[in-house]
């Protein structure tokens, strides 16, 4: 299984950016699907999830700026990062708890991150 992140990049404090993650490879069903995130010299945070039924939770520091969302048909997870702040600034990953078969376990599968700076 591959989950390949794009759509980080350079913006200004104020502006937006859209992340998209879609996985790929032997995958039977995706269930939580998060964004997290980790800053120069922090630890990782999770950002924004999202359930196979669409329910989403955020993080604090993201909340009414973020929206996180999903297409199964795609199995694909985007982040739309609305009112940037500097704070922002991190390398962002996408994470995949997902099902080979009917009968597997959920396994955890990370993105290789896409670096998102919000500088004037």
């Known amino acids: 299984v591959q989950l390949q992140a794009s759509g980080g990049g350079l913006v200004q404090p104020g502006g937006s950016l859209r992340l998209s993650c879609a996985a790929s490879?032997?995958?039977?069903?995706?269930?939580?699907m998060s964004w997290y995130r980790q800053a120069p010299g922090k630890q990782r945070e999770l950002a924004a999830t999202?359930?196979?039924?669409?329910?989403?939770n955020y993080a604090d520091s993201v909340k009414g700026r973020f929206t996180i969302s999903r297409d199964n048909a795609k199995n694909t997870v985007y982040l739309q990062m609305n009112s940037l702040k500097p704070e922002d600034t991190a390398v962002y990953y996408c994470?995949?708890?997902?099902?080979?078969?009917?009968?597997?376990?959920?396994?955890?599968?990370w993105g290789q991150g896409t670096q998102v700076t919000v500088s004037s």
């Open positions: 994470n995949a708890n997902l099902m080979h078969s009917s009968l597997s376990a959920t396994y955890s599968y």
């Open positions: 999202i359930s196979s039924g669409g329910t989403t």
């Open positions: 490879g032997n995958i039977f069903r995706i269930n939580v």
